[in-house]
C-alpha cells in the first residue's frame, strides 16, 4: 500500500520539500489522529510519508488544530511533536512557520484551505489551515506578516499553494458565514448565488488576501481540486460525515546542506 501524494513541488525552489497527500483508492490515507478512527492507520501513513520522502519519522511534527487564528514559531524542541500521540501535538494552534531545515510540518484538513508558504531567499516557510473561520480571520496574511518579523521573508519573494479544498461549486453556507465576508474589503468578492443559495469560494478568498499582503501573483498556485465532487479521491467533512478522515499538507525547508 502506498500513501498517495499530490506533489506540486515548484522547480528551482533549492531543495524545498512540500506537496499534499490525499485519500488514496481505497480511502486509507487518514494522516490525523482526531479524526477518521484508526490512529495506528494514521500513526503508519505518517511514517510512509517519511519514508517516501527521504526523512527520519523523528522530524515528523504537527498541532492540535482548533479552527483558531493562532500560528506557531516551530523551533528544533519541538522537532518531533504529536508524531505519536495527540497530547504531544504543538497546542492550539492552526498554523506553523519554521526556518529549522530539520522539520516536518503536516497539517490537515477536509474541505478546509491547506496553504503552505515558503521564502527560498530566507529558507523560511509555514503551513496554514484556513477554514471560514481562520480565513475571515487572515491565518494565511498573519502567517506572512510572522515569517517577516522572524525570519526577514518579504512578501514579494514568499511562494504560496492553496491546496484542495472544497470549491465554490460546493460550499453553501449560511447567513452567519455570508455577512462576514460580505463585511470584509475583499478586491473580489469569492462569494456567488445559485438557486437561491449561497456559495463561498474560500480558494479564491485565500487568494485575494495573499495578493492584498504583497504577494506576487505567479507566486501563487492555486489547486483546481474540490474535495466534495472532484475526482481525485480526497476527504470531505461536508460530504463524508465528521467521521471522515483528515488529508495534508506537507513542508520541510531546505538547509544550506540539502540545498
Ligand atoms: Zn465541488
Excluded at 55 to 63: G, I
Excluded at 86 to 112: G, M
Excluded at 234 to 241: I, T
Amino acid at each position: 500500500m502506498s500513501l498517495p501524494l499530490v506533489f506540486w513541488e515548484q522547480a528551482g525552489q533549492e531543495g524545498v520539500l512540500d506537496g499534499f497527500t490525499g485519500a488514496g483508492p481505497d480511502r486509507s490515507g487518514n494522516m490525523a489522529f482526531h479524526a477518521g478512527g484508526f490512529p495506528d492507520r494514521a500513526r503508519a501513513n505518517r511514517k510512509m510519508l517519511c519514508e517516501t520522502l527521504g526523512l527520519p519519522f523523528e522530524s515528523y511534527t504537527c498541532a492540535e488544530q482548533v479552527h483558531g487564528t493562532d500560528i506557531l514559531v516551530v523551533e528544533k524542541k519541538d522537532r518531533g511533536r504529536g508524531r505519536m500521540e495527540p497530547s504531544d501535538a504543538l497546542p492550539r494552534t492552526d498554523a506553523l512557520v519554521t526556518n529549522e531545515p530539520d522539520i516536518l510540518l503536516n497539517i490537515f484538513v477536509a474541505d478546509c484551505v491547506p496553504i503552505i508558504l515558503y521564502d527560498g531567499k530566507t529558507r523560511s516557510g509555514g503551513l496554514c489551515h484556513g477554514g471560514w473561520r481562520g480565513t475571515i480571520g487572515e491565518i494565511g496574511p498573519k502567517a506572512v506578516r510572522l515569517m517577516g518579523e522572524r525570519f526577514g521573508a518579504e512578501p514579494g519573494n514568499i511562494r504560496a499553494l492553496i491546496g484542495p479544498s472544497i470549491g465554490g461549486c460546493c460550499y453553501d453556507v449560511g447567513p452567519e458565514v455570508e455577512e462576514a465576508f460580505r463585511a470584509y474589503p475583499f478586491v473580489l468578492s469569492p462569494l456567488s448565488c445559485r438557486d437561491g443559495k449561497v456559495f463561498l469560494d474560500l480558494k479564491a478568498a485565500n487568494r485575494e488576501m495573499l495578493l492584498a499582503e504583497g504577494l506576487r501573483e505567479d507566486h501563487i498556485a492555486l489547486s483546481p481540486l474540490c474535495t466534495s465532487c472532484g475526482d481525485f479521491p480526497l476527504f470531505s467533512y461536508r460530504k463524508d460525515g465528521k467521521e471522515t478522515g483528515r488529508f495534508s499538507a506537507f513542508l520541510r525547508m531546505p538547509s544550506e546542506s540539502n540545498k
